[in-house]
């Protein structure tokens, strides 16, 4: 049983000590970046290219990624209806927990009023309509834009919905092919194996990009945006932490027995790189490699997380709602009940496929109202300031709806090993930060070659 180190991995103790180190030097840089930020506000701005270089660093791994992974889940199954199943319990799931978002986003909301007493000048309304000239963008236009210009561009694109698309209609070509796609199956694994060791030996710079992004946000926003609009930033935060452990948890804990803490424990590595990045796809190849390594199945990862980062937003539902209803009661123009349900169903549908892009939700925010309230546009210049900061808790909302998501339906279509995620929860099983994907011998608990 894979239980034991292999002879191949006798390095993997250093390299254990070395990530942990790793990602305490994240942490630092991270509470160094806040410092400078507060001191050196000018200079702090100047580093924010150190962020942007990292996150382009993860995002330009994330359609490869994706690519092998959706291939190897769905190629490797001996029927489509596996695969169907799985995605029609996601898609279901998905629609589920946005409800509730929306619900929970427009009771707080309401109850809380937070845009009241603001006043609207005109500097904000004119970064209201820079937004909304941004996020403008038809529902057609979303759909024909999954289809890629060609098969080979869905992997330089950078649109995760074309990479989603090209991969399942190979990965059900291969599966069609039955014996004869064994070959391609296997080269296409160890195309993953390459792609994991390139984002570990990225994942090096974490600390560097954490700084610069860190550094740059506090420079650019300093503490006076935050005092105005702080009641609006503890709303949301406080609603979001509602949702992710008064419902995920509940649901995660009643379905399958798991805590949720001892599954975040699991992800506190990913976690704290959406903090400092603050974009939850920054995290989307390691989600990936640590629910197989979990014992979820190929096909399961394969299909619920890359199609959860655009279809699961439940932190952007939950922004949409209440940046909304902050906007109206600070133009003094309550929306109706109607009118809030309308509109915010709108821009949840809108806002597909952006998950991963920081500031995305201030874009489909000021779309969404150009299109249903365009006298509300300027106001969203209201919340410009703190948009970065409501940013990470859409991110970490997003990442932790993910998540969950993966192992429930896993758990729900038999593509869950319970004793294997026990054991790593635990501890016993720990993850190899060295290669990212587990030793060949360790595939042996939950193989990806063809099965019934």
Same mark, same amino acid.
């Given at each position: 049983m894979p239980q034991t180190e292999t002879p191949a991995s006798g390095a993997t103790q250093p390299t254990k000590n070395r990530t942990h180190w790793l990602y305490m030097a994240v942490i630092a840089a991270v509470a160094l970046g806040i410092v400078i930020g507060l001191v050196f506000p000018?200079?702090?701005?100047?580093?924010?290219? %150190?962020?942007? =270089?990292?996150?382009?660093?993860?995002?330009?791994?994330?359609?490869?990624?994706? *690519?092998?992974?959706i291939i190897l889940g769905v190629g490797s199954v001996a029927s489509a209806a596996k695969v169907g199943k799985v995605g029609a319990l996601a898609l279901g799931y998905f629609l589920l927990m946005s409800t509730f978002a929306l619900t929970i986003g427009l009771v707080v909301g309401n109850i809380v009023k937070p845009g009241s007493g603001l006043d609207l000048n005109e500097e904000v309304a004119s970064a209201g309509a820079a937004q909304a000239e941004a996020g403008h963008g038809s529902t057609t236009e979303f759909l024909l834009g999954i289809i890629p210009d060609s098969l080979f561009s869905s992997l330089t694109s950078g649109d995760v919905l074309e990479t989603l698309l090209v991969a399942l209609l190979i990965g059900f070509a291969l599966q069609q092919m039955g014996q004869t796609a064994k070959p391609i199956l296997t080269v296409v694994e160890? $195309?993953?194996k390459l792609v994991f060791r390139v984002l570990a030996m990225i994942m090096w710079a974490a600390p560097i990009g954490a700084f610069g992004a860190i550094s740059a946000v506090v420079g650019e926003t300093g503490f006076d945006a935050l005092k105005s609009l702080a009641m609006l930033m503890v709303a949301f935060y406080v609603?979001?932490? %509602? *949702?992710v452990f008064g419902v995920l948890g509940t649901v995660l804990k009643v379905a399958t027995g798991i805590?949720? *803490?001892?599954?975040?424990?699991?992800?506190?590595?990913? *976690?704290?790189l959406i903090l400092a990045t603050s974009s939850s796809e920054s995290a989307l190849p390691r989600l990936i490699a640590k629910m197989e390594h979990a014992g979820v199945d190929k096909t399961t990862v394969g299909i619920v997380v890359p199609t959860g980062y655009s279809f699961n937003l439940d932190g952007t539902a939950i922004y949409l709602t209440m940046a909304t209803l902050f906007i109206a009661e600070a133009m003094g123009d309550p %929306?109706?009940?109607?009118?809030?349900?309308s509109l915010l169903v709108f821009m949840v549908? $809108?806002?597909? =496929?952006?998950?991963?892009v920081t500031g995305a939700g201030l874009a489909t925010l000021a779309g969404g109202l150009q299109s249903h309230r365009p006298d509300l546009v300027d106001g969203v210049g209201l919340i410009v300031g703190i948009d970065r900061f409501m940013s990470e808790a859409r991110a970490l909302t997003n990442f932790a709806g993910n998540s969950i998501a993966t192992v429930l339906i896993g758990s729900w279509t038999d593509g869950l090993d319970r004793e294997r995620l026990d054991r790593v929860l635990a501890g016993d099983l720990p993850f190899d930060e060295r290669t990212m994907v587990d030793d060949d011998d360790d595939h042996t608990e939950h193989p990806a070659p063809v099965r019934a």
């Open positions: 000018d200079f702090a701005v100047k580093l924010k290219p %150190l962020g942007t =270089g990292f996150v382009a660093l993860i995002t330009m791994m994330i359609q490869p990624v994706i *690519f092998c992974t160890y $195309a993953q609603t979001c932490v %509602l *949702f805590n949720i *803490f001892s599954l975040f424990k699991y992800l506190a590595r990913e *976690f704290l %929306l109706r009940v109607g009118e809030q349900i549908i $809108a806002s597909k =496929g952006a998950a991963g």
